[in-house]
């Protein structure tokens, strides 16, 4: 029974709390939060209703609305928070990368302090400097800090187990306080030094070196004031390279956002003490919400991840749960926090430049989209396809040397890959070197799949485009095997490379071919240009196949087991076999060597000498590899194997 607003919503509370929308299936498709519950669903309905992409739905998808009331909006935020990120509604902003961004540590209570970078901060008495919001800046200011400065950057397990100076000493890096007698006082001055850089209070310490060189020079201590000369220009050196953008000395994260229709993005801003030190975007589609409510879900899910919360947040519009916002913030810092909406001034102007990055992030975005969808367009009218191939499977076989082959499928969607539906097969029923009874069966099982005929299950999804590795006679294969599946409205497709053709060109290398395109039923290949988007395309699937299928024959070698004649005694068991090598050497030698040599090894004694010397002596060396050792492979747990997903 579909939700009723008409009788369901006087029985929805006043209080603070969360709502969540539900469908036919139960499957929870909207979560949101609100002062006052029953205020807040009555917007969806009637005259006065919102006007988003889903709330047009409500009628055909809402099946059920549940509340979940709290004391306080606060805590609204925070159970929005979670449930969003536990039920990754189909229509809430979804923050898909929630890793915190890097900072580094310095423990003052340590005995020689280290500098060490960490992702999330910790209330743990060690000072954090950061946020860097790429690993370039990060490698930067390391740069600085080990060149002139010379903390120790090793572990301490490392540092207390060391019985010399390592290579960080050796170029300079690092005093080695780890083995050598380094002055602790000395050390100190530059751990504080290190961190007035990190706090970016460089006016002041570039003041205090001046002193300090000074000093060492009158005191004649030439070498040492050469260093602090160094460490004054490095960071002199460093504050040219940062433009100052606001006066005020104080942490900010800035945010502007831009939209078209459904698609939106937001820009972040990182100023810290006055001074742009990053900025970062993201993108959201179906996203028809109210500005207010995606950048208000946007900050709850972004800050609760651990990212780093400034003095000041500064927003492009005033959001209708700044308070309890703010008020989280500033449980979440342990601090006071600012949430502002400027509407003139130097913050306005950084909205301003935050909102220009959201919107050529945007255009950017939809660039790389159109070129995408173009070149399946292209693609689609080259090959005479039936479907436009959104998506694609290629398949690949791999063998070396006639051993252990094994095949793979890659999958693009929108032109680009999909590694989780990336999988791995084992060839199972065929011997020996057959390529297209390989290909067969691979495909066999994967089609078989598709169309419920397998294993009890559904049926996956089929593709709009399957690409077999090579010419005419997998393609065949492929069709063949559609046709005895009964699988119509698949586009099959065999890609092949290029080949050497007669002649050389002006450098004197070889002509070769355009890489080519095999169709059912069409004798000659379709060559794809050189320099065009349906190439890139089709060359860049085929390697990601072969790189795919070689990764995993190179593993499946890798993982191969050394077998001997020791493995084929009875009662000979792995920790025996290992005392028998231990003791000879090899195999041949255990099979040359006396019942009393053999009796003497731990573990062994006369009852077993006697047995493992009589089933040597008849053993058929034949059956190994020069009389003692044969590759076979054994199979990790699974008939297959996939990237980032279950087995097929």
């Given at each position: 029974m579909a939700f009723d607003p008409e009788t369901d919503l006087d029985r929805i509370a006043t209080e603070p709390g969360v709502y969540l929308m539900k469908d036919r299936d139960g499957v929870i498709f909207y979560v949101g939060k609100a002062a006052n519950l029953r205020a807040r669903l009555r917007q969806y309905f009637g005259a006065t209703s919102d006007r988003r992409f889903f709330v047009g739905l409500l009628d055909r998808l809402?099946?059920?609305?549940?509340?979940?009331?709290?004391?306080?909006?606060?805590?609204a935020l925070i159970l929005e928070n979670e449930l969003i990120k536990k039920h990754q509604p189909r229509f809430n902003v979804e923050l898909k990368d929630d890793k915190s961004f890097l900072?580094?540590?310095?423990?003052?209570?340590?005995?020689?302090?280290?500098?060490?970078?960490?992702?999330?901060?910790?209330?743990?008495?060690?000072?954090?400097?950061?946020?860097?919001?790429?690993?370039?800046?990060?490698?930067?200011?390391?740069?600085?800090?080990?060149?002139h400065f010379q903390l120790r950057n090793c572990d301490d397990l490392t540092f207390k187990n060391r019985a010399r100076p390592c290579l960080q000493y050796q170029i300079g890096r690092c005093p080695g306080p780890c083995v050598l007698p380094v002055d602790r006082d000395e050390y100190q001055r530059g751990v504080q030094a290190v961190a007035l850089f990190l706090q970016g209070k460089r006016g002041e310490l570039v003041e205090r070196l001046r002193d300090q060189m000074e000093r060492a020079a009158e005191d004649l201590e030439f070498e040492r004031a050469a260093r602090y000369r160094d460490q004054m220009q490095a960071v002199s050196g460093s504050l040219e390279h940062q433009q100052i953008i606001q006066g005020a000395a104080i942490d900010q994260d800035v945010f502007g956002l831009y939209r078209q229709g459904s698609h939106v993005d937001v820009a972040a801003l990182f100023v810290r003490k006055g001074r742009l030190q990053g900025s970062r975007t993201f993108s959201f589609a179906d996203q028809e919400v109210p500005d207010t409510e995606v950048l208000g879900s946007f900050l709850n899910l972004y800050y609760h991840a651990g990212n780093d919360v400034p003095d000041e947040v500064v927003l492009p519009l005033v959001l209708e749960s700044a308070e309890a916002l703010t008020e989280r913030l500033a449980e979440l810092a342990g601090r006071r926090v600012v949430l502002r909406a400027p509407s003139r001034g130097p913050a306005r102007r950084l909205v301003e430049m935050a909102e220009k990055n959201a919107e050529q992030a945007f255009f950017q975005a939809r660039r790389a989209e159109a070129m995408q969808n173009g070149a399946l367009v292209k693609l689609k009218h080259r090959l005479r396809l039936a479907n436009l191939p959104f998506r694609i499977e290629c398949y690949d076989i791999s063998i070396f040397q006639g051993a252990a082959p094994v095949a793979s499928r890659v999958v693009f969607e929108g032109g680009v890959p999909k590694r989780a539906d990336y999988r791995h097969y084992k060839i199972r029923d065929v011997e020996g070197t057959d390529d297209f009874a390989m290909?067969?069966?691979?495909?066999?099982?994967?089609?078989?799949?598709?169309?419920?005929?397998?294993d009890g299950h559904e049926g996956d999804d089929l593709p709009d485009l399957l690409v077999v590795d090579g010419g005419k006679g997998q393609l065949g294969v492929a069709t063949t095997v559609a046709a005895d599946l009964g699988i119509t409205g698949v586009d099959i497709v065999g890609l092949a490379k290029s080949r050497v053709q007669d002649g050389q060109d002006a450098?004197?290398?070889?002509?070769?071919?355009?890489?080519?395109?095999?169709?059912?039923?069409?004798?000659?290949?379709?060559?794809?240009?050189?320099?065009?988007?349906?190439l890139h395309l089709m060359t860049y699937l085929r390697d990601e196949a072969h790189r795919f299928a070689i990764t995993f024959h190179r593993h499946v070698r890798q993982t191969s087991t050394l077998r001997t004649m020791l493995d084929d005694i009875p009662g000979i068991g792995p920790s025996r076999r290992r005392a028998l090598l231990r003791r000879f050497g090899s195999a041949e030698r255990v099979a040359a060597a006396t019942e009393a040599e053999i009796a003497a090894v731990p573990g062994i004694g006369p009852v077993r000498a006697?047995?493992?010397?009589?089933?040597?002596?008849?053993?058929?060396?034949?059956?190994y590899d020069g009389a003692s050792t044969s590759t076979t492979t054994q199979a990790p747990p699974g008939e297959d194997g996939a990237e980032g997903a279950s087995p097929r």
């Open positions: 809402l099946a059920d609305v549940e509340v979940v009331i709290t004391l306080t909006e606060k805590e900072h580094l540590r310095i423990d003052d209570r340590a005995e020689w302090p280290r500098i060490d970078v960490v992702r999330r901060p910790k209330k743990d008495g060690a000072r954090y400097f950061g946020p860097y919001h790429s690993a370039s800046k990060i490698r930067e200011t390391l740069k600085v800090v080990e060149r290909m067969r069966e691979v495909l066999m099982r994967r089609l078989k799949r598709g169309v419920g005929q397998q450098a004197g290398g070889a002509i070769r071919s355009s890489e080519r395109v095999f169709l059912p039923g069409r004798k000659d290949p379709i060559p794809l240009l050189p320099h065009t988007d349906e006697a047995e493992i010397t009589a089933f040597l002596g008849s053993a058929d060396p034949t059956g």
